[in-house]
């Protein structure tokens, strides 16, 4: 075999479910702290279906906020800050009136490779059961504009897209 072919040495490493190393990655609601508060402490409300972003040392999170049915179900998605990942400061609010939905879901929050951020929002066709997928794009988190919206998933009479992830790797975005 030649020198410049050399085999490689590939190296497994199996640990169990009780590694130290894997216990510390596992989430423990022991440890666990609410970041945001729902509008009320009563059933059918809640702050979640979060995606959250790191950049420039801050932590950017947006989330769904919830009703119960007949009350506004996903009235709006909301976009936040953080420094610590604990204590969020609300940038801006998006009601589900000004993307032109009956109810809104989870939120995917990117940071754009070049500057800029984008955020998806799924979106239900009033009266349907269709869902739809929306883009607003801005400088910063802070500056999304429900008047600037792109329909990019539009669903049809029979397929409704909702609750986005979004990606890039290797250059190519993946959704």
């Keep these: 075999m030649s020198e410049h072919l050399a085999p490689s040495i590939v190296e497994a490493v199996l640990i169990g479910e009780n590694d130290p190393r894997v216990l510390a990655m596992v989430p423990d609601p022991r440890r666990s702290v609410v970041a945001v508060e729902p509008e009320r402490q009563e059933p059918g409300y809640w702050a979640g279906a979060a995606s959250a972003v790191a950049s420039d040392g801050l932590i950017h999170l947006a989330y769904r906020l919830r009703r119960p049915l007949g009350h506004g179900r996903g009235h709006a998605v909301a976009i936040a800050r953080s420094r610590d990942g604990v204590r969020f400061e609300t940038l801006l609010t998006i009601p589900s009136e000004e993307m032109d939905a009956e109810s809104l879901e989870r939120p995917a ?6 500057g800029g951020w ?35 998933l539009p669903g049809d009479a029979k ?7 979004i990606m890039q790797r290797g250059g190519i975005w993946h959704l």
């Design 109 to 114: 929050l990117v940071r754009l490779p070049g």
């Design 118 to 152: 984008r955020i998806y929002l799924s979106c239900a066709t009033h009266g349907t059961k269709h869902w739809r997928v929306e883009m607003l794009e801005a400088a910063d988190p802070a500056g999304f504009d429900p008047r600037t919206r792109r329909v990019v």
């Design 159 to 165: 397929t409704g897209v909702k609750d986005p992830v």
